[in-house]
């Protein structure tokens, strides 16, 4: 029988076929998104909100159960185009990834998305999903931060669904053991209330304060706090990065020398939200800065929350007096390659009518964006924090809007990230990013 | 045509003498294997082929996407840019603080990869070599073992990627038992080495596997004999063992290079993205796919992919690597169709499978 050797040529392609296979992986997806570009959608052309028929809410997971309730809820009272719920995974940047690929590849049955506040900007400018009109969609019984989150170059392009802020969660009991009878407001005072907790017995290892500082944009959530509540900005009204002055150095210099001087303990640059619940629910920590979802969970009696009932809620300090937070939440969008976007707008409607969100809000928790229920007698029943949360939103402060917003916060995170390690200074760090951000958002 | 061979073949299969199944197919020549493999090659036509020629398009092309200042829109496609996207590997300015000091984003990514394969591929080797010498004694309990060597090697590497990132945390078992708190998960030089423990414990397992099919084809006679010569155990083992296992060893060595090379899952899953210590090629390329720059994405995936070519080729050309044993029959030396001359010479396993039967 024959047998035909192969040459050496051929064995080495054969010995990089794992090669192969992986620039396939890495390409593949460069190769698809980017050739069926130019859907032209997001046009200044108004668009047709009027087609009936079944479409699909792409969210991330339902963790409360509570949208498949109310999904079944607006079928049946719209026979004529009913929703079924497109899950997405619980990573927000997957579930961005996901809605870019659905996109695309001209989905038509993506038509209303969940997206993340800090979207907008990229998902606007590719015509990714449609301004929205203001006629049929108005803003004026929403809070004005969450409305400002989802409006791009003055049109509105997502109806805020869920908001969020960040709170001062701090031990009643231990500030009130050392005679403190007020949660601090500024950085100052926080550390002053620490040194005098520590110093009596049993407390020394408490640690002071935390945030989230590991590098991923929690961290630029935190940056932005700090210099926001130095009175200074990132990104100036007017759109132009101005993140090098005198102030917000001041702001984020604070946040540095805490780490430094252990007022924020080690550990905590390798935190995100879980692992600093984690600490101030073991009763490790004094002051912790996080979302309203702690609450509940640092409130659950089953023995997993060792501080039950000795915990309070303030805003945010700042450095020279009340802070500011960061804007978080999530808008309704309609994709602009959805089939039956009448469908789609009137589901947008019933999940953000008042109804629909209370009974949202009372079964996730998640932060109301209509100003009424935030005195709502049944909400501040269940969430007594919730006058505190309007007041953290109402100050709130959206993340820069930008079109790269990528290379935006990975660019803050980097300034962010390398000062506290000490690996830069911040008069160094913050003129690298001025130059950086100058670059990105034209 | 068809026809023609279907009727012309059978008639070369009896014309032989030997006694062959009547199949029009299976003529022993290039056509049976054509056909067994054409699902195969159309799969890795479609899932490789296809998207590499993509890919080494899209590296020549870039998004057009300047935001218009009066709407914010932009204008959607692309533009075909030329070596633009290369040149920027020397050209861009995107300095980052990595192991290796300042510099291109790029360069510090390429030396990550590069740094983090020589050191695991060192290190599991010797592993490695150290397990399958284990595995190939006779003692009490030895599947066991065998079957626990191999555990790590059967988890999926983003399981194992959480799973030592439970490890690493500043609160995590490593920094227990070693106690001090070192910040494995920030992004530190240590970051680098938690890659590297996670890395070499996943994969020695597949270095060991490979060493000990290699180990278990040294006739025990060797040994014998060597014994009686009065050689000692480290003798055994580098005049021995080593020498008779190497080609084994150095294409279990060359798989595990290549996949280390594009390591993806164990720095992103673990340490994270925008780790500068540890972001290797791949982890690069896919933030800047996350960034929508695809072009650019599609040119550092080609570089990484001449990389790993190279690498492959000196593998085979300098060390010798017998990816699918063609070193046996080579020696022998033996004409084709001329099977009737009985040597004594080994035989491989494809001469093995393919023989007259």
């Given at each position: 029988m024959?047998?035909v050797?192969p040459?050496r040529g051929?064995?080495?392609?054969?010995?990089?076929?794992?090669?192969?296979?992986?620039?396939?992986a890495?390409?593949?997806?460069g190769?698809?998104?980017?050739?069926?570009?130019?859907?032209?959608?997001?046009?200044a052309?108004?668009v047709?909100?009027?087609?009936?028929?079944?479409?699909e809410?792409?969210a991330?997971?339902d963790?409360?159960?509570?949208?498949?309730?109310?999904?079944?809820?607006?079928n049946?009272?719209?026979?004529q185009?009913?929703?079924?719920?497109?899950?997405?995974?619980?990573?927000?940047?997957?579930?961005?990834?996901?809605?870019?690929?659905?996109?695309?590849?001209k989905?038509?049955?993506?038509g209303v998305?969940?997206?993340?506040v800090?979207w907008t900007?990229?998902?606007a400018?590719?015509?990714?999903?449609?301004?929205?009109?203001?006629d049929?969609?108005?803003?004026?019984?929403?809070?004005?931060?969450?409305?400002?989150?989802?409006?791009?170059?003055?049109k509105l392009?997502?109806?805020?669904a869920?908001?969020?802020?960040?709170?001062?969660?701090?031990?009643?009991?231990l500030?009130q053991k050392?005679?403190i009878?007020d949660p601090?407001?500024?950085?100052s005072?926080?550390?002053?209330?620490?040194?005098k907790?520590?110093?009596?017995?049993?407390?020394?290892?408490?640690?002071?304060?935390?945030?989230?500082?590991q590098?991923?944009e929690?961290?630029?959530?935190?940056?932005?706090?700090a210099?926001?509540?130095?009175?200074?900005?990132?990104?100036?009204?007017?759109g132009?990065?101005?993140?090098?002055?005198?102030q917000?150095?001041?702001?984020?210099?604070?946040?540095?020398?805490?780490?430094?001087?252990g007022y924020i303990?080690?550990?905590?640059?390798?935190?995100?939200?879980?692992?600093?619940?984690q600490?101030?629910?073991?009763?490790?920590?004094?002051?912790?800065r996080?979302?309203?979802y702690?609450?509940?969970?640092?409130?659950?009696?089953?023995?997993?929350?060792?501080i039950v009932g000795?915990?309070g809620?303030a805003?945010?300090?700042?450095l020279?007096?009340?802070?500011?937070?960061?804007l978080?939440?999530?808008?309704?969008?309609?994709?602009?390659?959805?089939?039956?976007?009448?469908t789609?707008?009137?589901?947008?409607?019933f999940?953000t009518s008042?109804q629909?969100?209370?009974?949202?809000?009372?079964?996730?928790?998640?932060?109301?964006?209509?100003?009424?229920?935030?005195?709502?007698?049944d909400?501040?029943?269940?969430?007594?924090?919730?006058?505190?949360?309007?007041?953290?939103?109402?100050?709130?402060?959206?993340?820069?809007?930008?079109v790269?917003?990528?290379?935006?916060?990975l660019?803050?995170?980097?300034a962010?990230?390398?000062t506290?390690?000490?690996q830069?200074?911040?008069?160094?760090?913050?003129?690298?990013?001025?130059t950086k951000?100058?670059g990105l958002?034209? | 045509?068809?026809?023609?061979?279907?009727?012309s073949?059978p008639?070369?299969?009896?014309?032989?003498g030997?006694k062959?199944?009547?199949n029009?197919?299976?003529?022993?020549?290039?056509?049976?294997?054509?056909?067994?493999?054409?699902?195969?090659l159309?799969?890795?036509?479609?899932?490789?082929?296809?998207?590499?020629?993509?890919?080494?398009?899209?590296?020549?092309?870039?998004?057009?996407?300047a935001p218009?200042?009066?709407?914010?829109?932009i204008?959607?496609?692309?533009?075909?840019?030329?070596?633009?996207?290369?040149?920027?590997?020397?050209?861009s300015?995107?300095v980052?603080?990595?192991?290796?000091g300042?510099?291109?984003r790029?360069?510090?990514?390429?030396?990550?990869?590069?740094?983090?394969?020589?050191?695991?591929?060192v290190?599991?080797?010797?592993?490695?070599?150290?397990?399958?010498l284990?595995?190939?004694?006779?003692?009490?309990?030895?599947?066991?073992?065998?079957?626990?060597?191999l555990?790590p090697?059967?988890?999926?590497?983003?399981?194992?990627?959480?799973?030592?990132?439970?490890?690493?945390?500043?609160?995590?078992?490593?920094?227990k038992?070693?106690?001090?708190q070192?910040l494995?998960l920030?992004?530190?030089?240590?970051?680098f080495?938690?890659?590297?423990?996670?890395?070499?414990?996943k994969?020695?397992?597949?270095?060991?596997l490979?060493t000990?099919?290699?180990?278990?084809?040294?006739?025990?006679?060797?040994?014998?004999?060597?014994?009686v010569?009065?050689?000692?155990?480290?003798?055994?083992?580098?005049?021995?063992?080593?020498?008779?296992v190497?080609?084994t060893l150095?294409?279990?060595v060359?798989f595990?290079t290549?996949?280390?090379?594009?390591?993806?899952?164990?720095p992103?899953?673990m340490i994270?993205?925008?780790?500068y210590?540890?972001?290797?090629?791949?982890?690069f390329?896919?933030?800047?796919?996350?960034a929508?720059r695809?072009?650019s994405?599609?040119?550092?995936?080609?570089?990484?992919?001449?990389?790993v070519?190279?690498?492959?080729?000196?593998?085979?050309?300098?060390?010798?690597a017998?990816?699918?044993?063609?070193?046996?029959?080579?020696?022998?030396k033996?004409?084709?169709?001329?099977?009737n001359?009985?040597?004594a010479?080994?035989?491989?396993?494809?001469?093995?499978?393919?023989?007259?039967?």
């Open positions: 024959s047998f050797r040459k051929v064995l080495v392609v054969a010995a990089s076929l794992s090669a192969v296979l992986l620039a396939a890495c390409g593949g997806s190769g698809s998104s980017s050739g069926s570009g130019g859907s032209g959608s997001g046009s052309a108004a047709d909100l009027t087609k009936q028929g079944p479409t809410y792409w991330g997971k963790t409360s159960g509570n949208l498949a309730k109310l999904i079944s809820q607006f049946a009272q719209h026979p185009g009913k929703v079924t719920f497109h899950e997405l995974p619980d990573n927000a940047d997957q579930q961005q990834q996901q809605m870019i690929q659905a996109t695309t590849t989905n038509p049955n993506m998305i969940s997206m993340d800090v900007a990229q998902f400018a590719n015509g990714y999903v449609v301004a929205l009109p203001k049929q969609f108005p803003t004026d019984k929403f809070l004005p931060a969450t409305v400002s989150s989802a409006t791009y170059f003055n392009y997502g109806y805020p869920s908001s969020d802020g960040g709170l001062l969660y701090y031990r009643k009991d500030l050392a005679g009878s601090p407001t500024t950085w005072q926080l550390m002053q209330d620490c040194d907790i520590k110093a009596q017995a049993g407390n020394a290892s408490l640690g002071c304060y935390a945030g989230q500082f590098k991923y929690g961290l630029t959530v935190n940056f932005a706090e210099v926001n509540g130095a009175g200074a900005v990132i990104v100036g009204e007017d132009k990065p101005n993140v090098n002055t005198d917000a150095k001041q702001g984020w210099s604070q946040i540095v020398s805490m780490y430094q001087k303990p080690k550990a905590a640059i390798t935190w995100q939200e879980e692992q600093g619940r600490a101030f629910q073991s009763g490790q920590l004094i002051f912790l996080n979302w309203p702690v609450y509940a969970l640092a409130s659950k009696d089953d023995g997993s929350s060792k000795k915990f809620v805003p945010l300090p700042g020279n007096g009340p802070g500011v937070s960061s978080g939440g999530h808008n309704m969008a309609i994709a602009a390659n959805a089939a039956n976007k009448g789609a707008a009137d589901f947008i409607k999940m008042e629909t969100m209370k009974s949202n809000v009372l079964a996730t928790s998640a932060a109301p964006t209509l100003t009424s229920l935030y005195t709502d007698s909400i501040t029943k269940k969430y007594p924090y919730m006058p505190i949360l309007l007041k953290s939103i109402e100050t709130a402060k959206p993340r820069p809007k930008a790269d917003y990528t290379d935006v916060t660019a803050i995170e980097d962010g990230y390398s506290l390690q000490g830069q200074q911040v008069d160094q760090a913050f003129s690298t990013l001025q951000l100058q958002i034209k | 045509m068809a026809t023609a061979t279907a009727v073949k008639s070369t299969a009896t014309g032989d030997h062959r199944k009547k029009a197919f299976s003529d022993g020549q290039g056509r049976l294997a054509w056909m067994l493999l054409a699902p195969t159309l799969v890795i036509f479609v899932m490789a082929g296809i998207p590499v020629v993509m890919s080494i398009r899209e590296s020549f092309f870039a998004n057009d996407n218009d200042p009066t709407t914010g829109l204008k959607q496609g692309e533009s075909f840019v030329g070596i633009k996207n290369f040149a920027q590997i020397f050209t300015t995107d980052v603080q990595g192991n290796w300042t510099m291109n790029f360069w510090n990514a390429f030396l990550n990869t590069s740094m983090i394969t020589i050191v695991c591929v290190i599991e080797t010797v592993l490695g070599v150290a397990m399958a284990i595995m190939s004694k006779a003692f009490r309990g030895r599947g066991f073992v065998r079957a626990g060597i555990v090697w059967a988890i999926p590497t983003i399981v194992s990627a959480l799973m030592w990132k439970l490890i690493f945390d500043a609160n995590g078992v490593m920094n038992i070693l106690g001090q070192i494995w920030s992004d530190t030089f240590s970051s080495w938690a890659i590297v423990i996670a890395d070499s414990w994969t020695a397992p597949f270095i060991g490979l000990l099919a290699g180990l278990q084809t040294i006739p025990a006679e060797v040994y014998e004999a060597a014994k010569d009065g050689a000692s155990a480290i003798q055994q083992f580098t005049q021995i063992t080593l020498p008779m190497k080609p150095v294409v279990a060359l595990r290549l996949d280390t090379l594009r390591m993806f899952d164990l992103y899953g994270g993205p925008g780790k210590r540890v972001e290797t090629l791949s982890v390329a896919y933030q800047e796919t996350q929508t695809f072009g994405a599609a040119a550092y995936s080609m570089v990484l992919f001449i990389y070519l190279l690498v492959a080729y000196l593998f085979v050309r300098v060390l010798g017998d990816v699918i044993g063609e070193k046996a029959p080579k020696k022998k033996v004409k084709k169709n001329d099977r001359d009985t040597q010479a080994p035989v491989s396993g494809i001469e093995l499978a393919g023989g007259a039967h």
